[in-house]
């Protein structure tokens, strides 16, 4: 069998026969890939295929599965793609390093390593926009056609991207899981009209960032330094932490 056989779910598989171990290394260790990524090798599009079927099994709002991909490999296209990105970014990066403590070492990695793909992103073999067919400014009018009485923007840029992130997500996870690295990045959406005509896009289709992949080098990932559970999650009440054994 090939290690990129693709499981039909036909099968029925019980939760107690689940690896719990494995599925929360995967989890727990899908890293945002910007240095790691080996620029020189190959990936085959039955892979990329393989995971997109996957993704298309994350959860949508009335089942819609308003989600699209477009997937770029010609090196032209990934070449301006690029152009795009870092004169975007330039001014970003300004802003972020001129803000960021000089003593916040994991912001000035994050920095530097989001500057890295800059450079290096037309490189990278294999570009992947998720888009979705929903605009914001339609699911505006529609929620105000109920008249809600708040401000609705909010409410229609959720029921936008709510319907793509889980998807973008679940396709990530599963290009982890096959030892390809990717980082979900929104930069070039600065410039979406550019990109829209570069790529023959429809105009009453929202793009939703880009994901550069590739496969990964070095060891495997661990997991990241994040917050205590205690610091950002509160219960019945903003601000309320649970006390916890131990």
């Keep these: 069998m090939s290690r990129h056989h693709s499981h039909t779910g ?6 107690e ?16 890939v910007r240095r790691r990524l080996d620029l020189e090798r190959p990936v085959p599009l039955d892979v990329i295929d ?18 699209r991909w477009l997937v770029i490999t010609d090196p032209e296209t990934r070449e301006v793609l690029g152009e795009v990105y870092r004169r975007l970014l330039a001014p970003f990066v300004e802003k972020m390093e001129s803000e960021l403590p000089e003593d916040d070492e994991q912001s000035q990695k994050v920095a530097a390593s989001s500057q890295y793909l800059a ?3 037309h ?17 505006y009018e529609l929620w105000a056609s109920m008249e809600y009485e708040t401000d609705l923007w909010n409410m229609a840029a959720s029921s936008v991207y709510g319907e793509v992130w889980p998807a973008a997500w679940s ?14 990045t929104m930069i070039h959406l600065g410039a979406e009209p550019e990109v829209r005509d570069l790529l023959d896009i429809p105009e009453d289709v929202s793009q ?13 990932f661990r ?11 509160f219960y019945d009440r903003w601000g309320r932490s649970r006390e916890r054994d131990g």
């Design 208 to 220: 939703a960032g880009l994901i550069p992949v590739a496969y990964f080098e070095g060891e495997d």
């Design 50 to 67: 393989e995971c997109l079927d996957i993704a298309l099994q994350a959860p949508t709002g009335y089942n819609l599965q308003n989600w």
């Design 10 to 15: 036909d099968e029925p598989v019980r939760i």
């Design 223 to 233: 997991r990241g330094t994040r917050r205590q559970l205690e610091e950002v999650a």
């Design 171 to 184: 396709f990530m996870l599963a290009l982890r899981s096959r030892g390809l690295g990717s980082s979900l």
């Design 119 to 121: 450079e290096h992103l």
């Design 123 to 139: 490189e990278v073999p294999v570009h992947v926009i998720p888009c979705t067919t929903l605009q914001i400014e339609d699911e």
């Design 17 to 32: 026969d689940l690896d719990r171990r494995s599925i929360d290394h995967v989890l727990t260790t899908t890293r945002a």
